[in-house]
């Protein structure tokens, strides 16, 4: 089956690897995104959710990955994000057993960031993205590359990545504004340069 959709040259034209209609397989997005979670993530909704740098959830949030109740399996990045965001004896048993958890439990095993009642869900998600945005924005940026390009790569590999894009930071406006910026007492005016 595997030989079959697979070869030398990658997925067979006909075989879907966009996921999702494509929001979630090879993803490079390299702006924070912050998912807000409502009631079920289950499936689809989860594997976009794994695709978010953080997440917060309600309390009667209920996330699983159910796929293969139906003969199915997760199809758009469930298999290879869940078991890298939470201890894979607990992402096996999610996937292999169809288990579904609790906003609680998720928050236990560190899929979910915080648990806030649903007064509070957009305004905690805008509250981060708020906090992200007064950083300067190059270096979230890099942040999140070498973090996310680092999963895939050897320690050493990865703290080379980590020095080189750190090195890139060096010569911007940023990184002069914020030292200056931290030495005055003062809030720093990042232009993103």
């Not at 609790?102 to 998600?125: D, F, H, K, Q, S």
Request: charged share 25%.
């Amino acid at each position: 089956m595997i030989p079959a959709a697979f070869g030398k040259g990658g997925v067979k034209r006909g075989h879907n690897d966009y996921g999702l209609g494509g929001i979630t397989r090879w993803m490079e997005i390299w702006k924070p995104m912050i998912a807000a979670i409502n009631g079920f993530c289950l499936a689809g909704g989860l594997e976009e959710a794994l695709c978010c740098d953080l997440r917060v959830a309600v309390p009667h949030a209920t996330f699983g990955l159910p796929e293969v109740r139906w003969a199915i399996m997760p199809g758009a990045g469930g298999t290879q994000r869940l078991p890298r965001a939470i201890p894979l004896a607990k992402a096996m048993e999610m996937i292999l057993m169809a288990r579904t958890i609790t906003a609680e439990e998720a928050l236990r095993l560190g899929l979910i960031n915080a648990v806030v009642p649903l007064a509070e869900l957009l305004p905690t998600a805008r509250k981060w993205a708020d906090t992200i945005c007064e950083r300067g924005p190059l270096a979230v940026r890099a942040a999140k590359e070498a973090v996310i390009r680092g999963l895939t790569l050897p320690l050493g590999d990865g703290l080379r990545l980590e020095a080189f894009l750190s090195g890139t930071l060096r010569g911007t406006e940023d990184a002069v504004e914020g030292p200056k910026a931290f030495a005055e007492k003062r809030k720093p005016d990042f232009k993103a340069r």
